[in-house]
Nanobody, 124 residues
Framework: QVQLVESGGGLVQTGGSLRLSCAAS????????MGWFRQAPGKEREFVVA????????YYADSVKGRFTISRDNAKNTVYLQMNSLKPEDTAVYYC?????????????????WGQGTQVTVSS
């Protein structure tokens, strides 16, 4: 079993930055694909970014491309989401997820493990 715990969320003004962390425990996720998703009130959970285990290309939603960056530190068993130039429409609960198959995907049903989420609120 893998447990994922997100942190780093909070309240920030438009144009500001936040870095989310997703700490994994239970086993190493170095061979897992890792993804970030978000869910705004009244909306479905949506894909943000995913990165394969091999450290290859990451895949970003168009809405965050050029502003968000995913990275992973396998030694710390942690994945990060650097969010810059934040907009009010980025307000949501952000979830990290792990897929044992190791290949990045935007399909949320492919992920085996999920964190509990961290709230990000961007004020205008």
């Amino acid at each position: 079993q893998v447990q994922l715990v997100e942190s780093g969320g909070g309240l920030v003004q438009t144009g500001g930055s936040l870095r989310l962390s997703c700490a994994a425990s239970g086993r190493s996720v170095s061979s897992y694909a890792m993804g970030w998703f978000r869910q705004a009130p009244g909306k479905e959970r949506e894909f943000v970014v995913a990165k394969s285990w091999s450290g290859g290309n990451a895949y970003y939603a168009d809405s965050v491309k050029g502003r968000f960056t995913i990275s992973r530190d396998n030694a710390k068993n942690t994945v990060y989401l650097q969010m810059n130039s934040l907009k009010p429409e980025d307000t949501a609960v952000y979830y990290c997820a792990a897929d044992h198959r190791g290949i990045a995907t935007m399909r949320n049903y492919a992920y085996d493990y999920w964190g509990q989420g961290t709230q990000v609120t961007v004020s205008s």
